[in-house]
């Protein structure tokens, strides 16, 4: 089995977000094809907010809209754990204050809070497979891109 987190960058192009999708059905078949390899996907809470962030922001209310529920029909089974979602605990206090104290580092080599959370879920599903099964985070983001097992 293979865990794959998705990052922003990847969800905005599965939803074919205006202005942030360039690949959108280059992305959906990438999807269907770790799909049908039976790929486990995390859709972290924190990418949950920036992308409806990124949807809130579309000028057209019309096309917002549809994009909104575009997000919704796509994200929900994720909430549910519905396959091939797993849901994602949501961060504690202590998450959130862990990333805060060590921002500063991370800031300075462009590294932002979402993506601060997204490598603590990698890390934590490394350690939990420990090594028997690939994990990776699917990000369009080269510094997020490393975080992957399949190629250590």
């Known amino acids: 089995m293979t865990v794959c987190i998705v ?17 959108h059905e ?16 995390l859709l972290p809470l924190p ?12 000028p057209d209310g019309k096309r917002r809209r549809d994009y909104a529920n575009r997000f919704l029909a796509f994200v929900k089974p994720a909430l549910s ?13 202590e998450d959130v204050a862990s990333w805060l104290e060590d921002f500063p580092d991370h800031a300075m080599r462009a590294i932002g ?3 601060r959370s997204l490598i603590d879920l990698f890390d934590r599903q490394k350690s939990l497979l420990k090594g028997r099964q690939a994990v990776y985070i699917w990000s369009l983001d080269e510094a997020l891109m490393a975080y992957d097992t399949r190629t250590s």
């Open 113 to 115: 809070l979402v993506d």
């Open 47 to 58: 990418v949950l907010f920036e992308t409806g962030n990124h949807i809130a922001q579309i």
């Open 7 to 23: 990052d922003t960058s990847i969800l905005v192009e599965l939803l074919g977000v205006p202005h942030l999708s360039s690949n």
């Open 26 to 41: 280059e992305y959906v078949a990438s999807f269907e094809e770790r799909v049908r390899a039976k790929e486990t996907f």
């Open 81 to 93: 754990g519905n396959t091939p979602f797993v849901p994602t605990p949501s961060p504690s206090i």
